[in-house]
């Protein structure tokens, strides 16, 4: 089935860094991927919404300038928490939907998620 | 205004039971699709059960099945004979179109079921 590989697991970074997380798809063409946050005990925040070649639709009240998302080539998509402060620690998590049928049964596949703590 | 709702904070169900989870939605999109995810406690999404807006029938998985009432606009998860692997944080899922010809998925709060052994 589709895989998507999302690193690093854990990062750990001092305040004012910038640090990058990757998502891949692996087996599949990701036409479209999906940023999320999640804070302890709470639901999944969608950030925003890539689609490969084009730039990534923010959802309000996420600022673009500081969560960099890339999104260039069908397998791989990134983003960068710039100048990162404690108040970004949280887990974040991509999804990725492929292209081809248009069912959407099993195409929109999870990475394990990134757990970004800053000091 | 929640484009998804889950009302049960936590749930209990006994170990071979069957449990119910509550999810109501909220779209002007005529077709949308709705997702059950679990989440255990390593954090990891794993993909349950999706139901279109224009199928005629409720989805199954297995165990999963899901209560689509379209009108009352809800989508519950019912699963059967509940496992003590079950227990975890379970969360319901719409995508819609919006405005710009994209697609997003939205989740609702979730909801944390413990199987009782």
């Known amino acids: 089935g589709a895989v998507v590989s999302q690193h690093p697991s854990w990062v750990i970074c001092k305040s004012g860094t910038s640090v990058k997380i990757e998502c891949r798809s692996l087996?599949?063409?990701?036409?479209?991927m999906f940023w999320y946050r999640q804070f302890p005990k709470q639901s999944l925040m969608l950030m925003a919404t890539?689609?490969?070649?084009?730039?990534?639709?923010?959802e309000q009240g996420v600022e673009k300038d500081k969560f960099l998302i890339n999104h260039a080539s069908l397998t791989l998509s990134t983003l960068t928490v710039t100048s990162a402060h404690p108040e970004d620690s949280s887990f974040y998590i991509c999804?990725?939907?492929?292209?081809?049928?248009?069912?959407?049964?099993?195409?929109?596949?999870f990475g394990a998620g990134s757990r970004l703590t800053v000091l | 205004a929640q484009k998804i709702t889950q009302t049960q904070p936590g749930m209990f169900v006994q170990e071979k039971e069957a449990v119910t989870l509550d999810c109501t939605y909220d779209?002007?999109?005529?077709?949308?699709?709705l997702f059950w995810y679990k989440q255990p406690s390593s954090g990891e999404m794993i993909f349950l059960i999706y139901q279109g807006s224009y199928d005629q029938q409720n989805a199954t998985e297995g165990r999963y099945s899901l209560n689509f009432q379209k009108a009352r606009k809800s989508a519950n998860l019912v699963i059967s004979a509940s496992q003590l692997g079950d227990s975890a944080m379970y969360f319901c899922a719409m995508r819609e179109g919006v405005s710009g010809g994209y697609q997003k998925v939205t989740f609702g709060i979730g909801t944390k079921l413990q199987v009782i052994p």
């Open positions: 999804s990725a939907r492929g292209s081809g049928p248009l069912s959407w049964a099993n195409v929109l596949t």
């Open positions: 087996d599949f063409q990701a036409t479209t």
């Open positions: 779209t002007s999109d005529p077709s949308y699709g």
């Open positions: 890539s689609n490969e070649g084009s730039k990534a639709t923010y």
